[in-house]
């Protein structure tokens, strides 16, 4: 499996984009997918996921009620939305596929990674 993210790119504060991740085959309909970053100089964290169905999510504290994630599992894609950006938010953004139907915080429980998109936001 093979993930591809775009949409990422240089914005403003308070400035929004979304994010779109495609697999090379539809994955998982039966698997959770979620969205992590890495921002220069910092370990990698944990954006948000969301189960199977998109019936349930899950955000870290920096990003809840300003990022939304959702998913078409007939298209194979996993998008998140980000809104109110801050220059904190600047980082490379990685799409993964989880092993199972649910999966939260935890790198270690996500099966494949894309490479990354970029965003920047100038304050």
């Known amino acids: 499996v093979q993930l591809q993210a775009s949409g990422g790119g240089l914005v403003q504060a308070g400035g929004s984009l979304r994010l779109s991740c495609a697999a090379s085959r539809r994955t998982g309909s039966n698997n959770a997918m979620g969205w992590f970053r890495q921002a220069p100089g910092k370990e990698r964290e944990f954006v948000a996921s969301i189960s199977w169905n998109g019936g349930r999510t899950q955000y870290s504290d920096s990003v809840k009620d300003r990022f939304t994630i959702s998913r078409d599992n007939a298209k194979g894609t996993v998008n998140l939305q980000l809104s109110s950006l801050k220059p904190e938010d600047t980082a490379l953004y990685y799409c993964?596929?989880?092993?199972?139907?649910?999966?939260?915080?935890?790198?270690?429980?996500?099966?494949?990674w894309g490479r990354g998109t970029l965003v920047t936001v100038s304050s």
């Open positions: 993964a596929v989880a092993y199972r139907s649910y999966a939260g915080a935890d790198s270690s429980h996500y099966a494949y």
